[in-house]
């Protein structure tokens, strides 16, 4: 099964996002073929369309997805696709948590915890997931 030349490749796709609401949300993609791909966004299997937001969603010239005053309904499950005559090629998904500023406990837990589930993910897509040994 081999690709054309110049299919479309992601070089850096979208990874894992918790943000506070009303804050911006920055999904990052990247993407390269011959010709350069078009990069486009789904959210939960349905395409992004930045046009309906009023401006609060902003596709910018990099390929990022920029979710501006972020709300509950941004969260979710996000793709990049590039796209050009050779073919379409979809990032791995990318979950965007939208969370409420809270004080107390719930922050402390953010504030340790959520980063440990950002280096877990990198390790996933980076395949560097450590294997068990079983002791004998």
């Given at each position: 099964d081999l690709l054309p030349f110049g299919f479309p490749s992601i070089d850096m796709g979208p990874q894992l996002k918790v943000v506070?609401?009303?804050?911006?949300?920055?999904?990052?993609c990247a993407a390269?073929?011959?010709?350069?791909?078009?990069?486009?966004?789904?959210?939960?299997?349905?395409p992004v369309d930045p046009s309906l937001s009023q401006g609060r969603i902003k596709q910018l010239r990099?390929?990022?997805?920029?979710?501006?005053?972020?709300?509950?309904?941004?969260?979710?499950?996000?793709?990049c696709v590039a796209t050009n005559s050779q073919g379409v090629r979809y990032s791995s998904p990318a979950n965007l948590y939208v969370r409420e500023l809270r004080e107390g406990w719930c922050a402390l837990f953010f504030a340790f915890v959520t980063p440990?589930?950002?280096k877990a993910s990198l390790n996933e897509t980076a395949g560097t997931k450590k294997k068990r040994r079983k002791k004998k």
């Open positions: 506070e609401r009303t804050k911006t949300a920055t999904m990052l390269s073929g011959i010709p350069d791909p078009e990069i486009s966004w789904f959210k939960d299997f349905l990099s390929g990022a997805l920029q979710i501006e005053n972020s709300e509950e309904t941004d969260q979710g499950k996000y793709e440990l589930f950002q």
